[in-house]
């Protein structure tokens, strides 16, 4: 096959180095008639699909099967694009430089819906049918991971295999069928039938919907005999033995996150009630420390990295994490190997292990009280008070940090602007903490950054029902904290209030959105989650072309209406999250997984972990 010719154009664009493939634990394999080709597709540039762990994973993870090759491909960048549509060059894979559309497979991570139109661009770019029905015997197959997977609905007319849940085993257990279907003789039809059965497995072509007068969905029912009512969601039962990469692919250029990550456990047992991560991805698994401490060794050797992040939805609920902590920094502070962690709840941060962190270099310290006030909180069952947030800061400012950051939600239920109010009255009272501590024990310099992104109404969430706030509302709350929030030690961050708008239509959508998307970029609209590339009005224009009210999409839901992903099953119950949705209204809060199960219904199906 030959190779997409390139080397003139990577000398007119910025970051050549981001084309160039060969970095350091790439994979390269001889390619035959025999070998199935799989790109791992990320929808968006180098610098962010490098840092997701989820790709690196899995690249890692085909690579290992025989006859199975595994390559790479990301959104390029606006100046590569124009020459490679100029010069009519195919967007391929950095491996190998073939050409995508002679590939098997597609592999799309949904991480975000904003994104959703770069995976339309670049099939584009790549010269494959952007509809599934449209795709020849002899053109790739798409699949699609990731958290926006639960809910593909707005994408689904473009996909041909969604895979619901935790990928290490399925995609190995797809590939080995796609692998006997071409021996035999491959028909895709087919293929899709004898992978339909495989949980975690979702064939959307295989279902349709109908739809009522108004607008909402009256049913979701399957059309092909192989396919069940309901499509059951995967998990890794065993997160101690499951596959993990020893090598990960070393950038030639800067990256979001130029460390080793090491995943620490999955899931959640919080409960938070606007999380789609905190549900979607239960139950709690854990790895050992021995575990970790053998995959750290070997991935600092293998990269040359001088940090390690501890990789989860909240590192401090880690059940070792002092002993983990304490082991890395004795076995690596030698070679000045620094520790962070992402992920901190306040309630039970530990400052035993701030302090040995600190012993090799201070990283970031971020805290999501979420809301301002402790009503609000109690709403959304975030389980932590002012006072846990204060001694928490106090104990940083203490033990030398000046640099905090405050992460908080606007638009949640039941919120006023009195709850509003009080993100600023946190925000000073963080301030005061710090004047508060002797100035000789405190670093010079603080800086409190506040960021207020919007609430967005998630799939599997007790709030998939609530209605989002209209974009005024947003802009008049944005605008009051942007005045009360005047000091100079506090920075102030908001949301793009379009942007979020249209990602809660996408997030809570149904397949009449695809022909919204397919005209979105037919007129342009791409790389939507960065501000200076995103068009609104080029989005309405869209929406008013397929006659389709976004409004519809952001309102509120009743218990009995049927939802787009009402055929996905997560193993959490309807009933579970109409309880908890009954419960934030009253203000009540549900105790941690830990402590009380909360008969959310995981247990029922979904064996492993604490649960």
């Known amino acids: 096959m030959q190779k997409v010719e390139i080397d003139e154009l990577l000398f007119k664009v910025e970051k050549p180095g981001q084309y160039l493939g060969n970095e350091i634990n790439s994979s390269h394999k001889t390619v035959n008639e025999n ?16 840092s997701h762990l989820g790709t690196q994973i899995l690249y890692n993870l085909i690579n290992t099967v025989e006859d199975v090759y595994c390559e790479r491909v990301f959104a390029p960048a606006n100046d590569l694009e124009k020459l490679m549509r100029e010069k009519q060059v195919p967007l391929f894979a950095l491996e190998s430089r073939n050409a995508l559309r002679y590939f098997d497979f597609l592999g799309f991570t949904l991480q975000y819906e904003l994104s959703y139109t770069n995976i339309l661009n670049m099939l584009n770019l790549a010269r494959v049918p952007i509809y599934s029905k449209d795709r020849s015997e002899s053109e790739p197959l798409v699949i699609v991971g990731g958290p926006c997977a639960y809910n593909c609905e707005p994408i689904a007319d473009f996909v041909d295999i969604v895979i619901l ?22 028909n895709k039809k087919k293929f899709l039938e004898k992978i339909v059965s495989l949980q975690g497995v979702y064939i959307p072509s295989f279902y349709e919907v109908d739809y009522l007068s108004d607008g909402r969905i009256n049913k979701v029912y399957p059309v092909n005999t192989h396919t069940p009512k309901s499509v059951k969601k995967r998990i890794i039962n065993d997160l101690e033995n499951v596959f993990y990469p020893e090598k990960l692919i070393v950038p030639f250029v800067n990256i979001v996150h130029n460390r080793v990550m090491l995943e620490i456990f999955r899931g959640c047992s919080r409960g938070c009630r ?26 600092l050797e293998s990269t040359g990295y001088e940090e390690i992040s501890l990789s989860s939805l909240s590192a401090s609920d880690y059940t070792s994490l002092q002993e983990l902590v304490s082991k890395l920094i004795e076995t690596h502070e030698k070679d000045r190997v620094g520790i962070s962690l992402p992920s901190l709840r306040l309630d039970n941060l530990t400052f035993e292990i701030i302090k040995e962190i600190q012993k090799v270099r201070k990283t970031s310290l971020t805290f999501a009280p979420e809301a301002g006030s402790q009503r609000l909180r109690d709403v959304v069952n975030k389980g932590l008070t002012e006072e846990d947030l204060l001694n928490a800061v106090r104990n940083a400012f203490e033990l030398g940090w000046s640099t905090v950051k405050l992460y908080f939600m606007i638009g949640l239920p039941t919120e006023d ?21 002797d100035k000789e024990k405190r670093s010079k310099g603080l800086r409190v950054t506040v960021s207020a992104s919007t609430f967005i109404p998630k799939p599997f969430t007790p709030f998939q029902w609530e209605a989002q706030d209209d974009m005024s509302k947003t802009i008049e709350k944005q605008q009051f904290m942007k005045e009360i929030i005047n000091h100079r030690n506090i920075t102030f961050n908001y ?22 998307i397919e005209v979105a970029v037919r007129n342009g609209c791409k790389f939507d989650g960065w501000r200076d590339h995103f068009d609104f009005e080029k989005w309405m224009d869209a929406f008013n072309e397929c006659e389709i009210d976004p409004l519809f999409y952001a309102r509120q839901r009743c218990y009995d209406e049927k939802l787009p992903w009402d055929h996905i099953d997560v193993g959490i119950t309807k009933k579970f999250l109409i309880s908890e949705n009954e419960k934030s209204k009253k203000e009540e809060i549900t105790p941690d997984c830990r402590e009380l199960c909360s008969a959310c219904g995981i247990n029922v199906d979904y064996k492993g972990g604490d649960c």
């Open 165 to 186: 849940g935790e990928a290490e085993e399925v995609i190995i257990e797809v590939l080995e069928i796609y692998k006997q279907q071409k021996q035999i003789g491959y």
């Open 35 to 50: 070998t199935i080709r799989y790109c791992a597709c990320f929808p968006d540039v180098y610098e962010i699909g490098m």
């Open 417 to 437: 602007m009195k709850d509003i109010e009080e993100i600023k009255n946190l925000g000073f009272k963080v301030v005061e903490e710090y004047n508060k501590v």
């Open 495 to 516: 949301h793009d209030v379009k942007a979020s708008f249209l990602e809660g239509v996408f997030a809570r959508g149904d397949r009449r959105l695809s022909k919204v």
């Open 274 to 299: 606007f999380c789609q991560a905190g549900m979607i991805y239960r139950p709690v698994r854990e790895k050992s420390v021995n575990k970790l401490c053998e995959l750290a060794g070997e991935l």
